[in-house]
């Protein structure tokens, strides 16, 4: 079952700008990741509010991404500007466009 | 700016696949609007709940779109179906994997 996440992640205070740089980098990193269909980075209106939503080929694929070192010294490099997150979901990716044929 | 927008529709009790259903004939019209980079339908473990998330070339195609009477007539099969709606964000999309180049 392709595999999708999503969530709010607040930024500290101000520190948006460069959340949103670290998230980026780490989106550079995915496209050298077959399984990662999709790794999408969005801001709001809401101050400090940054969004990530994610399409997988599935769950394994997503969670054997937090393994490589690259990945880890990115997420570490990511949590001393987050204050927190909400609105987190796990999803079951029924279909849409955007995803490649065999996932759509 | 890339326009993005994602949210969680609560389905009617026991209306979950119904408006599921409802979502990909939606996002299948899509596949002929050349704005719509991405329509991502997606279900989670809590009951009744379809999340959708988007991506537009602006949000001018975005409000565009709602605008052809099949897509009225989709949002007009959804309606009964949909008990509430929350989470809803309005992004500007800043990058990410997955959409065309001069979007990412």
Do not use: N
């Not at 550079?28 to 990530?52: F, I, K, N």
């Amino acid at each position: 079952m392709t595999y999708g996440r999503l969530g709010r992640f607040t930024a500290q205070p101000g520190g948006r700008d460069e959340l949103v740089a670290v998230l980026r980098r780490a989106a550079e990193a995915m496209h050298r990741d077959p399984g990662c269909l999709h790794y999408v980075v969005g801001t709001s209106q809401e101050p400090d509010a940054v969004w990530v939503w994610e399409a997988w080929t599935d769950k394994a694929a997503h969670d054997a991404s937090l393994e490589p070192p690259e990945v880890r010294e990115t997420i570490a490099a990511a949590m001393p500007l987050i204050a927190g997150m909400s609105d987190v979901a796990e999803l079951d990716v029924v279909g849409g466009k955007g995803l490649p044929e065999e996932h759509a």
